[in-house]
Each structure stands twice: as C-alpha cells, then as structure tokens.
C-alpha cells in the first residue's frame, strides 16, 4: 500500500512556474499509473494531467503546452511542472495513484493530501 506526498505548491504571480513533487513510499512505484488532479473551491476534484507506468502521458486541454507530468521510478516520485500559471490554475493540488490508466479521480487508490496553489493576477 503506498503512501502519497504532496510538496512544492505555494503563491506565485500570473505567468509564473512551479514544480509539484509527490514522494511514495510503499508499494512498487514503478507498477503505478499516476495522475495529478486538482481541486479549486466549490468544485470537484478534476484530472489534470497522468502518466502511465509505459510512460505515457495525456493531459487536461487547458494545461496543455503549460504543465508537464514526470516521473522519476529511481526516487518514487512523480512531478508536475506548471508553467504560465493563470488565476484560474488556482486549487489545492493532488497526486494519486493507482493501477487503472484513468482521467476519473475514482479509479485510483492511493491518494496524497494535497499541495496549495494559488496563482494571483
């Protein structure tokens, strides 16, 4: 059973950058599908963006060409880069994961407890 951790969110200004890191521990790292996914107030928790264990990446249409999902197996960590960072990026970020290949927050397992963003305008 692996346990999740969230690091790296923080204020950052309109157009600026961060990087989301989620440290695992437990379980085999390499045998997940992993994913970021998001919450902004008074919305439900949304994808983002995933990464298979083959390495396969897809993304939500928004963040394409900003955000960059990663993984690095040799540390159990998995990374978000998030460029060109808007308001609206704004939310409590989390990483999961799972062994589904899946856009829908209930097809994962594992979750950590999530990372603040906030992007002022």
């Known amino acids: 059973q692996a346990q999740l951790v969230e690091s790296g969110g923080g204020l950052v200004q309109a157009g600026g950058s961060l990087r989301l890191s989620c440290a695992a521990s437990?379980?085999?790292?390499?045998?997940?599908?992993l994913a970021w996914l998001r919450q902004a107030p008074g919305k439900e928790r949304g994808f983002v963006a995933r990464?298979?264990?083959?390495?396969?990446?897809d993304y939500k249409d928004s963040v394409k060409g900003r955000f960059t999902i990663s993984r690095d197996n040799a540390k159990n960590t998995v990374y978000l880069q998030m460029n060109s960072l808007q308001p609206e990026d704004t939310a409590v970020y989390y990483c999961?994961?799972?062994?589904?290949?899946?856009?829908?927050?209930?097809?994962?397992?594992?979750w950590g407890r999530g990372t603040q963003v906030t992007v002022s305008s």
């Open positions: 999961a994961a799972g062994f589904a290949y899946s856009a829908l927050a209930r097809a994962y397992d594992y």
């Open positions: 437990g379980g085999t790292f390499s045998s997940y599908n």
């Open positions: 990464m298979s264990r083959y390495g396969f990446t």
